[in-house]
């Protein structure tokens, strides 16, 4: 299954780990991602649409017409990426005034898009796509005894009227995904919560708030790790965790991992393989008991 | 609401606010809203805000322009869209607060932070200028250079960042064949002519 690779961002610069990973778990599931050539910022969910909605859109449709070119669906890993290609998708398609404005702009850049183009996230490859029998038996170290937080986030399955994967209030996808790979997905109010995204930048306290109850939450459920299938969910959970431990004076060490990551070690590949190294908070409790358990 | 009300002798309205929302893609239906109060149960950034969604909508209803666009609300919605999913009337709200952003930004209304408007900015002048976001210099931007504080505490987990490989030292520059800088200085043109 090919699809038309949309990297995003940050899976250029902080979350390279989750593309790491992807890669190397896409071998065994006969998933091959094709690069969209020369793409651009996705849009950004509001950075550049407050600014400029014109600017925004249109950085969108020279993604999806590039894609288009490739006679192929779009997949990104990243939750922001899938809900603002998705959203301008939904707006060329539907908004005569919005398509005719973009179609100028891009239009003068060669390109043309005719609104032909899927936007797909990752996750919904896996659950749909792939399915879950096949990732199952892919498993060569079962997780058993793993307890796993399966974070959602916001913009993977909240956004009306684009493609819809699951359900918004209580999404399934990443806990079976997570019991397919043989551990336990924990009950866990706080799946879909909001980690803050981008007001990290501008208003970092009340992110710290935001991200300190998924995290709690999870410790509470006696979770070894969460997962996350978006990038800034990772971000906040798991390199700002230092300065939420710091500033609530509370003691966290709670491994946040991409599901790309979840699975490779399920798949038995090395963590070297799947850049676990690159976390900042150490995943090696979660390394040590899956080895533990499959000795 | 948290704001002394009765403080305030004269209220300006403006008529045409509603009329402006309207027409701004995703606020088409901002006149359906039966102030339920759904989308201010729901809100993940409530706390830090002025005055709940709901309020925001009825007060936009109401005509209070200045209100809501110098409001703290609009620039602290998070786009998490909790409420759109929630919301009875099928209100697209976080479209209806980056428009007032819009708005505040056109109109050059002061807000409660000057760093909010000035991320937006950079944010789409990185964009603009690369293709694609380049972290550091939009962290550099930003950063209250005056302040030792928030300086050293940038830099401390940027260099963490950098030690685990997670930070790109040099942006990557679109090819100048792509002529992706051309649609990039439209749509900043049109914004322009459009004021």
Not at chain 1, 146 to 173: Q, T
Request: proline letters at 5%.
């Amino acid at each position: 299954m090919k699809y038309a690779y949309f990297p995003g961002c940050s899976i250029d610069a902080s979350a390279k780990e989750y593309a790491i990973a992807a890669q190397a778990v896409n071998k065994y599931l006969d998933v091959e991602f094709v690069e969209i050539p020369e793409w651009n910022c996705c849009g950004s969910i509001d950075a550049v649409h407050a600014y400029n909605p014109l600017l925004s859109v249109s950085l969108a449709a020279r993604n999806l017409a590039l894609a288009e070119n490739m006679k192929m669906d779009v997949v990104t890993l990243c939750s922001a990426c899938f809900f603002t290609l998705s959203r301008a998708n939904n707006m060329l398609r539907e908004n005569m005034d919005t398509k005719e404005k973009v179609g100028k702009m891009i239009n003068d850049a060669g390109l043309k898009y005719e609104g032909g183009v899927s936007v797909r996230h990752y996750l919904d490859v896996l659950a749909n796509d792939v399915g879950y029998e096949r990732i199952r038996q892919q498993v060569k170290t079962p997780l058993k005894g793993l307890k796993v937080a399966p974070y959602y986030g916001c913009l993977i399955v909240r956004p009306s009227g684009i493609r819809r994967f699951d359900d918004p209030e209580h999404p399934m996808s990443m806990d079976n995904l997570i019991q397919a790979l043989g551990a336990e997905a924990v009950n866990y109010p706080d799946k879909t919560s909001c980690c803050g995204a981008s007001l990290v930048i501008t208003d970092e306290e009340i992110v710290m708030e935001m991200a300190r109850s998924p995290l709690m939450t999870a410790v509470n459920a006696q979770a070894d790790c969460i997962v996350t299938p978006c990038p800034m969910c990772h971000f906040n959970l798991d390199a700002k965790q230092r300065d939420i431990e710091k500033h609530f004076d509370v003691k966290i060490g709670l491994p946040v991992l991409y599901v790309t990551q979840l699975m490779g070690l399920a798949f038995g590949l090395h963590p070297k393989e799947l850049g676990l190294g690159r976390n900042m908070v150490s995943p090696s409790n979660v390394v040590e008991k899956i080895q533990a358990t499959n000795r | 609401m948290q704001k002394n009300h009765t403080s305030r002798t004269v209220t300006v309205t403006d008529p045409t606010f509603i009329e402006e929302v309207r027409k701004t893609p995703g606020g088409e239906k901002i006149l359906d809203c039966i102030q339920c109060g759904i989308c201010a149960g729901s809100c993940h950034t409530r706390f830090a805000m002025d005055y709940s969604p709901m309020q925001i909508l009825k007060m936009a209803h109401l005509g209070l322009k200045q209100e809501v666009l110098s409001s703290k609300s609009i620039w602290i919605c998070a786009s998490c869209y909790t409420c759109a999913s929630r919301c009875p009337r099928g209100l697209n709200i976080p479209a209806i607060m980056s428009a007032f952003k819009n708005m505040a930004m056109k109109n050059n209304v002061p807000s409660s932070t000057e760093l909010k408007p000035r991320f937006h900015k950079t944010f789409t002048d990185i964009i603009s200028k690369y293709g694609r976001m380049h972290e550091p210099e939009l962290q550099m931007r930003l950063t209250d250079k005056t302040s030792p504080g928030a300086l050293l505490h940038n830099a401390s987990l940027g260099v963490r960042m950098l030690r685990k490989g997670k930070i790109r030292l040099r942006p990557h520059k679109l090819d100048s064949s792509t002529h992706f800088s051309d649609i990039c200085q439209k749509a900043l043109n049109a914004q322009e002519e459009a004021k």
